[in-house]
Each structure stands twice: as C-alpha cells, then as structure tokens.
C-alpha cells in the first residue's frame, strides 16, 4: 500500500463548478498536511496546509481533514482554466521530519 | 529577490558520466533537499541537509551524491552508478528541517533540472 494515495485523474470539471480532489494516506500517526499545485514543467507551489479535523478555507480553496478515516480533501469553488494543474497531497508522518507527497491529481477545468 | 535558483534547466547526460546539478538560495534558510518527480509519480526525497556540513539520505539516495559546505548551496551530483537518472529533479529549502511539515513552515522549490540520458 502506498504511503500516500490520489486518484491519478484527470478531474474534468466545467469552469464555475466545484472540483473535488481527495487524498488517503495510511501512517495514522501523521501531523501535518499539504496541498501543492504544479504546472506542467514547474514547480510544486503550496496553496493549503492543515493541521486539525475540521474544514479550513481560504479564499476558494477550502482543504478538509479527517483523521479517523485517515484521508483529506482540496475543494476548489468557482474552478477557472487557469486551476489546471496537477495537485500533489503532501503528508508528515509521525516522528518523521520529512514530507511524503502523492502522485498528484491532475484536474482539467473546461470553459 | 529571495529565492532558490536551479540549473541549468535542461542537462543531458552519456552513459557512465557524472553530472552536477546546482541549487543556490539567498532566502538564509538552514534546510535544503533534493527530489526527484518521474511522470505520473510523486516527489521522492534523494538526500536533505538541516545544517552546513551535514546531510542524510533520503528515500532513493542510492547512485546520487551531495555536498553542503556553504550554507547558500546544496549542489546533487548524479553518478554514473544511478542507471535510471531521467526525472525532474527539484531543489528545496525551508527554514528548518522538518521538511515542510511543521506549522510554521513553508518548503520552498527551486525551477527544477530536467535530466536525460543521451
């Protein structure tokens, strides 16, 4: 089992709808976790971090934490073209003093 | 501008070559690291360094070396021993070693070195 797992994709969704990514992972002892967006041929940049079960949004990124069932989302409101990108879950696993990113989520947002 | 500079942005390497790829940060972040992206695959961790003067391996050390004598620097040697070098290969920094995982923390990434087999 992978250590952090996301659906490869692509997401298809038309502009203005909501896109849903998820993110499972399996070291129950993990603290930290991550949302990166990556264009083709750049960089990871990161745009959400939790931290704690619940919801937390900025602006229209709102990430969701659920411990017990070990997964945690990205939604994206109001999705535009230039959301296209792929999204990489990143996780700190307990007692690591490291990240472990997924394979990342490419979403496609279609006018 | 802080930032992370990589290059160069394209490298090609022959068969039983060594190659050198550079990372320099003005951001005066104590921690660097080297991954390594396939296509369809996620970042994986090559070696990391929290200190001048130290660094460990990481996930896939194996056929890759590193060196840190300069804080500003963390250049990643690709060896000849490394049979599959083709990746993305991205620098990191943050400003301390917990890898981008801790609440007050941001990694930072370098542009990325494309590498390819000749």
């Known amino acids: 089992q992978k250590e952090v797992e996301q659906n490869s994709g692509p997401l298809s969704v038309p502009e203005g709808a909501i896109a849903s990514l998820n993110c499972t992972y399996s070291d129950r002892g993990s603290q930290s976790f991550f949302w990166y967006r990556q264009y083709s041929g750049k960089s990871p940049e990161l745009i959400m971090s939790?931290?704690?079960?619940g919801d937390k949004e900025d602006g229209r990124f709102t990430a969701q934490l659920n411990k017990a069932s070990q997964y945690v989302s990205l939604l994206i409101r109001d999705s535009q073209p230039s959301d296209s990108a792929t999204y990489l879950c990143?996780?700190?696993?307990?007692?690591?003093?490291?990240?472990?990113f997924g394979a990342g989520t490419r979403l496609a947002v279609h006018p | 501008d802080g930032g992370i500079t990589q290059s160069p942005k394209y490298l090609f390497r022959k068969e039983g070559q060594n190659v050198t790829l550079s990372c320099e940060q003005n951001?005066?972040?104590?921690?660097m690291y080297w991954y390594r992206q396939d296509p369809g695959q996620g970042l994986r961790l090559i070696y990391y360094?929290?200190?001048?003067?130290?660094?460990q391996k990481g996930d896939i050390a194996e056929g890759y070396s590193v060196s840190r004598e300069k804080k500003e620097s963390f250049p990643l040697t690709v060896t000849s021993a490394q049979k599959n070098p083709t990746a993305f290969y991205l620098c990191?920094?943050?400003?301390?070693?917990?890898?981008?995982?801790?609440?007050?923390?941001?990694?930072?990434f370098g542009s990325g070195t494309q590498l390819s087999v000749l």
């Open positions: 990191a920094s943050s400003t301390s070693g917990t890898g981008g995982g801790s609440t007050n923390e941001k990694l930072f």
């Open positions: 990143a996780v700190r696993a307990g007692g690591y003093n490291k990240l472990i």
């Open positions: 939790i931290y704690s079960n």
């Open positions: 360094s929290q200190i001048v003067n130290d660094f």
């Open positions: 951001l005066n972040h104590d921690a």
